[in-house]
């Protein structure tokens, strides 16, 4: 059943979905198995070990490739098993890759510590000028890799603009859209030639797994993928495809949720006296929200914001809180709430965290699928509770 004209929440429940051949059950089978049984001797029903492959990943990979609007897709153990197996499919010793500043740490620690030593070179840059692109592209360049809205900070990079640069330099563009998917966000429709998730976020929805995948509508690069992945043993596993192919179903729903949660939050945290600035695309005063529009389906559910008090009042916030979990991840029904400078981006040189916006006092959240109104109580009473409000009236008056 082709399930190209429907709609976004049919395509999430039904599309590149299929009945087992054995009984039909509604949900598709786990085959958590690491081998297959062959007919005869180099006869067996297109399956061997699951290293190389799965029918439960397979019915995963089928979804995600409907959501994407691809061929197919490939479906990784983690996110950062997917981004390394990209660069592993594309780069070899003495190549160049592009990548945003404001970017997943795991992403930078990839490069800085894995890749740079075995010869393959990333620059981290700016990537919302575009003339930073064109002035960073060599002759060796041969990835683009953006990711947008960038994390923690939520800045912006313009898919299309970028495409444009990329295509004339003969450079592949691939955009990590994890914090939008292909719900909010179609980075295909703007250009890009590669998707990546991790679908340890909005993708399953529930805290449950992690995982990662890759998309494109190359179909040579996507067997160059497989074969990186079979090599270097990166294949999602049974179980965890499994609990992906039931989150994806109320994606859409979740969504919308998400993001209507997160601008209450955002407006809230913007009129509090003891907040400095937000960071959040659905706001008016976002510096780029005029090109979230154009891009985006929503402003996502990610907010972040820095109080007055700086690094102390953070801390102090964040060990007060009593319904918001304090976690590194994001993407579930329930709200998290990271330290960037202590979690994910606590590799980093101070001084260029500093520099990307990244400050010790700098609050990242996850809106959650609680009722908003309960997630503002327990923000306001973490933060009243540091005297940050107080202090903030006193040097007002």
């Not at 067997?223 to 990166?234: Q, S, V």
């Not at 309960?374 to 007002?396: M, V």
């Amino acid at each position: 059943m082709s399930t190209k004209s429907f709609r976004e929440a049919t395509i999430a429940i039904r599309g590149g979905r299929a009945l087992d051949s054995h009984a039909s059950s509604i949900l598709f089978p786990l085959y958590q198995t690491g081998n297959f049984v062959h007919d005869a001797v180099g006869v067996d029903k297109g399956y061997s070990y699951s290293r190389v492959s799965n029918p439960t990943v397979d019915a995963l990979e089928g979804s995600l490739a409907a959501l994407e609007g691809t061929p197919s897709a490939v479906s990784f153990r983690t996110g950062m098993a997917a981004i390394t197996t990209l660069c592993f499919s594309l780069l070899r010793s003495g190549d160049h890759a592009i990548l945003s500043d404001v970017i997943y740490g795991g992403t930078m620690r990839l490069f800085r510590e894995v890749l740079n030593p075995l010869g393959i070179h990333g620059d981290f840059i700016d990537t919302s000028n575009t003339v930073n692109i064109e002035a960073s592209i060599r002759p060796e360049t041969r990835l683009i890799l953006i990711e947008t809205p960038g994390n923690p900070t939520l800045k912006i990079t313009d898919i299309q603009a970028i495409s444009r640069i990329a295509r004339r330099h003969s450079i592949l563009l691939a955009v990590d859209n994890t914090f939008l998917t292909p719900i909010l966000q179609r980075p295909f429709e703007l250009g890009a030639d590669i998707s990546i998730l991790s679908t340890t976020k909005y993708i399953d929805g529930h805290n449950a797994t992690v995982g990662g995948s890759l998309a494109t509508h190359d179909e040579q690069l996507t067997e160059r993928l497989r074969l990186i992945r079979k090599t270097l043993g990166t294949i999602q596993a049974p179980f965890e495809a499994w609990l992906t192919l039931q989150g994806i179903k109320t994606l859409p729903m979740r969504l919308r949720l998400h993001c209507a949660g997160a601008l209450r939050i955002a407006k809230w945290l913007e009129i509090h006296p003891a907040v400095k600035y937000v960071f959040y695309p659905g706001l008016p005063s976002f510096p780029q929200q005029a090109l979230a529009a154009q891009q985006q389906r929503g402003g996502g559910g990610i907010v972040a914001f820095e109080l007055k008090g700086g690094a102390e009042a953070a801390r102090q916030t964040l060990n007060r809180l009593q319904l918001c979990s304090r976690a590194e991840s994001l993407g579930g029904v329930e709200t998290l709430v990271t330290h960037p400078s202590t979690t994910t981006h606590a590799d980093l040189d101070p001084d260029l965290r500093q520099a990307l916006g990244i400050s010790d006092g700098l609050i990242r959240i996850s809106v959650g699928l609680e009722d908003p109104e309960d997630l503002i109580a327990d923000l306001g009473q973490a933060i009243a509770a540091t005297g940050s409000h107080l202090r903030a009236r006193k040097d007002k008056l």
